[in-house]
C-alpha cells in the first residue's frame, strides 16, 4: 500500500457505528414484537416470556445508543461494520428464544444463522415435532430478514441523507432495492407485502391449509426454505401446492425494482429487463439439464421426472432450498447442475442469495470483450456494454471480486470436509447452499454433524449473505486503528 494511499485511509468512529447500529437492532426489536404477540396467541408461555427478555435487551441497548450525536459523514467502511455487526449480532439475539424448543446451544445458533441469512439449512430432523409458536418464529425470522434488517431500518427508523444511502449500499443489493431514501423503502416493503399477500391467496385457494400456506409463504417469498413438513415439498398433500410454492419462490427470485416498475404500468421496461429474462432463461436450462440428468444417470421414471426436475431447478435458481425429494439420493452429475445453479442465484435487488445473475453477466461480456479484442486494431475502443448501458469500472470489479471471493472460500471451506472424509460432491453441494443462502441439503447438515463443521456452515452462511467483503472489512485491523476522519 503506497504511503499517499495509506494517508488517505479513515480508521472508523465507534460513536458513529455505535449509533447506526443500534437504529438496525432497534428495527430488529420491532419486527420481533410479532413473534412474540404469536407465542402468546398460541399459549406458549415459555417462548413469549424469552421473546420479551430479547425484546427487553434490544430495546435497552439500542434506544439511547440510537439517539448518539455523531459527525457527518458516514464512511462507506463504517457502513460495511455496521452492517456485517448487525448480522453477527441478529443471530445472537435470536438464538435464545429458539432454545426453548429443546434445541442444544450450538443447533439454536445453527438455527438462527440460518434464519437470519434466509438460508434454510437446518440440524432438526423432525421438524414436526416443534411447536406452533417455534415453526412461526423461525419463517418469520426468514421472512423479514429476506427484505433485510438494514432496509426495515431505513423505512421504519433511519432518516433519509447519505448515511442511509451508505447503509443501502453496504446491504449487497440495497442500492438497487430502495435506492437509499425511506419512500423507496417503503414501496420496497409494500412489493413484498403484496407478493406475500398474492402466495397465501393462491396457496389458500388451491386447497393448502391457512398455518402451513402461511409459514412456507413467509419463507418462499424470502427464498429462505424453512418447511414445517419433514419432508419438504412431499408434504404437501398435492404437487399443485408444491408447484405454487415453488412460483411464489421463482417470484422472490426476481428484483423487487421490477414489480415497482410493473405497477407504474412501465411494462416494456420490464420486459427488457436484461436480468429477469436472465434468471427465466436460466431456470429453464437447468430444468432441461437437471431433468436429462435424472433420467439417463438416476433412471428415474418421466412421470417422476416431469414432477420433480422443474421443483428442484427452481427451488435452487432462486435459492429456496425446498426440496420434493431425498437430493443425497441423486446422481452426482445432477448435483453438480444443481450447485451451479445455487451458486449463481437470482437477480440483484431480489431476496435471492447466489452471487446473482448480474454480475455473471457481465462477466460473460467481459470475457467476450477480451476475445473480441484480440481482433480489433490496437487504437480501436470498446465499451464494455450490458444491454444499452455502460458498464463502470467499480461495477466490473465489484462484480468479479464478488465471484472470485466466492469460488476462494468455497474452495477453503471444502477441504475440512474432505479431510474428515465426507463425500466431495456432496461436502460442495453443502457449502455452496450454505453459502448462496439456498437451504437444499445432501445430508450432510444435521444434528450429528461434526461442532466444527457447524461452525463452518454457518460461517459460510453468514459470509455468502455479507457477500464476504463486508466481513474482511470488519476484521481489518486498519478499520479500528489509525487516522479518524472528524469532519462534521
Known amino acids: 500500500m503506497t504511503s499517499r494511499t495509506q494517508a488517505l485511509r479513515y480508521a472508523v468512529r465507534i460513536r458513529v457505528v455505535a449509533k447506526y447500529l443500534a437504529q438496525l437492532l432497534l428495527a430488529l426489536a420491532v419486527v420481533s414484537v410479532v413473534p412474540l404477540v404469536a407465542a402468546l396467541v398460541l399459549g406458549e408461555a415459555g417462548l413469549a416470556w424469552r421473546q420479551t427478555l430479547v425484546v427487553a435487551v434490544l430495546l435497552t441497548v439500542s434506544v439511547p445508543l440510537a439517539r448518539l450525536r455523531v459527525p457527518q459523514p458516514?464512511?462507506?467502511?463504517e457502513a460495511l461494520v455496521v452492517t456485517a455487526l448487525a448480522f453477527l449480532l441478529a443471530p445472537v439475539a435470536m438464538t435464545y428464544p429458539l432454545l426453548d424448543s429443546g434445541l442444544g446451544w450450538l443447533d439454536a445458533m445453527f438455527e438462527a444463522v440460518s434464519a437470519i441469512t434466509t438460508t434454510g439449512l437446518t440440524t432438526v430432523a423432525e421438524v414436526q415435532r416443534h411447536s406452533a409458536g417455534f415453526l412461526f418464529t423461525r419463517a418469520w425470522i426468514q421472512w423479514f430478514s429476506g427484505?433485510?434488517?438494514?432496509?426495515?431500518?431505513?423505512?421504519?427508523?433511519i432518516g433519509p441523507g447519505a448515511a442511509a444511502r451508505r447503509l443501502a449500499s453496504s446491504d449487497n443489493e440495497g442500492a438497487d432495492l430502495v435506492g437509499g431514501t425511506r419512500i423507496h423503502a417503503r414501496r420496497a416493503i409494500a412489493a413484498y407485502l403484496a407478493l406475500t399477500a398474492a402466495g397465501f391467496l393462491l396457496l389458500w385457494l388451491l386447497g393448502a391449509p391457512a398455518w402451513p400456506a402461511l409459514l412456507h409463504v413467509l419463507t418462499a417469498v424470502s427464498t429462505a426454505g424453512f418447511s414445517s413438513y419433514d419432508h419438504s415439498l412431499a408434504g404437501f398433500p398435492?404437487?399443485?401446492?408444491?408447484?405454487?410454492?415453488?412460483?411464489?419462490?421463482?417470484?422472490?427470485?426476481?428484483?423487487?425494482?421490477?414489480?415497482?416498475?410493473?405497477?407504474?404500468?412501465?411494462?416494456?421496461?420490464v420486459g427488457a429487463d436484461l436480468q429477469l429474462r436472465g434468471l427465466v432463461v436460466a431456470t429453464l436450462l437447468n430444468t432441461i439439464l437437471l431433468g436429462a440428468s435424472l433420467a439417463l444417470l438416476s433412471h428415474m421414471p418421466w412421470s417422476e421426472l416431469l414432477i420433480h426436475a422443474?421443483?428442484?431447478?427452481?427451488?435452487?435458481?432462486?435459492?429456496?432450498?425446498?426440496?420434493?425429494?431425498?437430493?443425497h439420493q441423486l446422481d452426482p452429475v445432477s448435483k453438480i447442475i444443481m450447485?451451479?445453479?445455487?451458486?449463481?442465484?437470482?437477480?440483484?435487488?431480489?431476496?435471492?442469495?447466489?452471487?446473482?445473475?448480474?454480475?455473471l453477466l457481465i462477466l460473460v461480456r467481459i470475457l467476450q470483450l477480451a476475445v473480441l479484442r484480440t481482433a480489433m486494431p490496437s487504437h480501436a475502443v470498446?465499451?464494455?456494454?450490458?444491454?444499452?448501458?455502460?458498464?463502470r469500472d467499480a461495477e466490473i470489479e465489484r462484480a468479479l471480486l464478488v465471484i472470485i471471493l466466492f469460488v476462494m472460500v468455497a474452495l477453503l471451506s471444502w477441504l475440512p470436509f474432505?479431510?474428515?472424509?465426507?463425500d466431495p460432491v456432496d461436502a460442495l453441494f453443502e457449502i455452496v447452499s450454505a453459502m448462496a443462502t439456498t437451504g437444499l441439503s445432501a445430508g450432510i447438515a444435521g444434528a450429528a454433524l461434526e461442532p466444527a463443521l457447524k461452525g463452518v456452515l454457518c460461517?459460510?452462511?453468514?459470509?455468502?449473505?455479507?457477500?464476504?467483503?463486508?466481513?474482511?472489512?470488519?476484521?481489518?485491523?486498519?478499520?479500528?486503528i489509525g487516522k479518524r476522519m472528524e469532519t462534521t
Open 339 to 359: 450447485v451451479l445453479a445455487m451458486a449463481v442465484g437470482g437477480d440483484v435487488g431480489s431476496t435471492a442469495g447466489g452471487v446473482k445473475l448480474l454480475r
Open 74 to 77: 458516514m464512511q462507506a467502511n
Open 310 to 327: 422443474p421443483l428442484l431447478a427452481v427451488s435452487a435458481q432462486s435459492t429456496t432450498g425446498f426440496s420434493s425429494l431425498d437430493i
Open 147 to 157: 427484505l433485510g434488517i438494514v432496509i426495515l431500518s431505513l423505512a421504519l427508523i
Open 418 to 422: 474432505l479431510a474428515l472424509g465426507y
Open 382 to 391: 470498446a465499451e464494455p456494454r450490458l444491454g444499452d448501458q455502460r458498464l
Open 238 to 269: 398435492s404437487w399443485s401446492q408444491a408447484y405454487a410454492l415453488m412460483l411464489v419462490s421463482l417470484s422472490g427470485a426476481v428484483s423487487l425494482s421490477v414489480y415497482y416498475r410493473a405497477y407504474l404500468g412501465h411494462w416494456r421496461e
Open 459 to 480: 460461517a459460510d452462511m453468514l459470509l455468502g449473505r455479507l457477500e464476504i467483503i463486508a466481513v474482511l472489512v470488519l476484521l481489518l485491523p486498519g478499520t479500528w
